[in-house]
């Protein structure tokens, strides 16, 4: 079974800053649209921040642009989401996901339906 495996997580104070990593053991996901998601206890899962297959483009959720940066190296077959400032209301176990669909090397999928492939998660706790 195609997983994806998340690591970087960890408890951090409010303003500083963390790195996930996403990488996909034994399969490509070079051709595939990522995402990040997250989901806070006792919430729904939400859309953080994508990148199309070819790195050209990424779209992030209103309430991390500007501190997240999402990025990918396709020789590697790794994903990146580096979160700067980060806010007590950004804790969440975070989703690294992948479509296996075909998309143009521009798009960047922000439903959670759209994606096929995920991972197990990783916990972000911030603290005040």
């Known amino acids: 079974q195609v997983q994806l495996v998340e690591s970087g997580g960890g408890l951090v104070q409010a303003g500083g800053s963390l790195r996930l990593s996403c990488v996909a053991p034994g399969r490509t996901f070079s051709r595939s649209p990522m995402g990040w998601f997250r989901q806070a206890p006792g919430k729904e899962r939400e859309f953080v921040a994508s990148i199309s297959w070819s790195g050209i483009s990424s779209k992030y959720a209103d309430s991390v642009k500007g501190r997240f940066a999402i990025s990918r190296d396709n020789a590697k077959n790794l994903v990146l989401l580096q979160m700067n400032f980060l806010r007590p209301e950004d804790t969440a176990v975070y989703y690294c996901?992948?479509?296996?669909?075909?998309?143009?090397?521009?798009?960047?999928?922000?439903?959670?339906?759209?994606?096929?492939?995920w991972g197990q998660g990783t916990q972000v706790t911030v603290s005040s």
């Open positions: 996901a992948a479509t296996r669909a075909q998309y143009s090397n521009t798009y960047t999928p922000q439903n959670l339906l759209e994606y096929d492939v």
